[in-house]
């Protein structure tokens, strides 16, 4: 059993930045891989950005590439994910999501455990 606990949402203006994190509990940490995703009112959840076990692999949508960066630091049982030049269109519930796997995967109905989501809401 893994549970994930977001933080570092908030408001923040178009062309800002914010770092999310993603603590997980438990000692397999190194065993997940992990993955950011976002939801926006009224539409899917999609996939934003994923990690390797050990880091040595990232992945990103389209959308975010060259913006966001994702990092993991397994001693610390954390994931993060860097948020840059931000913009309106970011503004979603980003949630964190393990899969036991070595594989990041772009669908959402590959991983096992998800946190609770935190909030981004960038103005314009």
């Known amino acids: 059993q893994v549970q994930l606990v977001e933080s570092g949402g908030g408001l923040v203006q178009t062309g800002g930045s914010l770092r999310l994190s993603c603590a997980a509990s438990?000692?397999?940490?190194?065993?997940?891989?992990m993955s950011w995703f976002r939801q926006a009112p009224g539409k899917e959840r999609e996939f934003v950005a994923g990690i390797s076990r050990f880091g040595s692999s990232t992945a990103y949508a389209d959308s975010v590439k060259g913006r966001f960066t994702i990092s993991r630091d397994n001693a610390k049982n954390t994931v993060y994910l860097q948020m840059n030049s931000l913009e309106p269109e970011d503004t979603a519930v980003y949630y964190c999501?393990?899969?036991?796997?070595?594989?990041?995967?772009?669908?959402?109905?590959?991983?096992?455990?998800w946190g609770q989501g935190t909030q981004v809401t960038v103005s314009s």
């Open positions: 999501a393990a899969r036991l796997s070595v594989v990041v995967t772009t669908n959402a109905n590959d991983y096992n455990y």
């Open positions: 438990g000692r397999t940490f190194n065993a997940y891989a």
